[in-house]
């Protein structure tokens, strides 16, 4: 997270003394963090979106009940994990249905197009995101807590409810796998000759 959000600057416990200012700041530099935290187990743009806004409304409804024993950010965290497992299970239970999405050509140029580094840049960016997801989600909650996050492997223990060494295992192995899915000649899925 972008800021320290603990003793003063805590958003609920502020929330709960009759001063907003903590919570919106929260909302106002946090968001990008929880978008990204969403895109990066799976959720499309949109539905990071409203993954984020339902971890805000669930913490601003909830601040009377809020007790400050752990460190926020830990507890902010432990509430999108579970706004995400809710989101899967909602995902399960729809009827599966499906269509194609109608597809709108332009035949405008943009001049303002991104130059061949961009590219490169966006297509490298996509190869990780799409590696990623190819991972179980109980190692991409770990990998993005452990090495995208930096929380310290106790505190990830904790949130998660694991032993201290299985959330080391599953650091190691997504680290194992994502090096194989990104390794060279892998960026068609197949890993063989061209």
Known sequence: MKGAWDGERDPLAALRRGDPRPFEEFVRLEAATFIGFFERLGADGAEAEDLTQEVFLRLYRFAD?????????????????????????????????????????????????????????????????????????????????????????????????????????????AVRKLRELLAPGEADGGGGAT
């Open 65 to 173: 009940e809020y007790e400050p024993r752990d460190a926020f950010g830990a507890y902010a965290l432990r509430i999108a994990r579970n706004a995400w497992i809710d989101a899967g299970r909602r995902r399960a239970s729809r009827p599966q249905v499906a269509h194609e999405e109608p597809v709108e050509e332009l035949d405008v140029v943009d001049e303002l197009a991104p130059g061949p580094r961009d590219l490169e840049v966006l297509e490298e960016s996509e190869r990780a995101r799409a590696a990623l997801a190819r991972l179980p989600e109980s190692h991409r909650w770990v990998f993005e807590l452990a090495v995208l996050r930096g929380r310290p492997y106790p505190e990830i223990a904790e949130l998660l409810g694991i032993p201290l060494g299985t959330v080391k295992s599953r650091v190691f192995h």
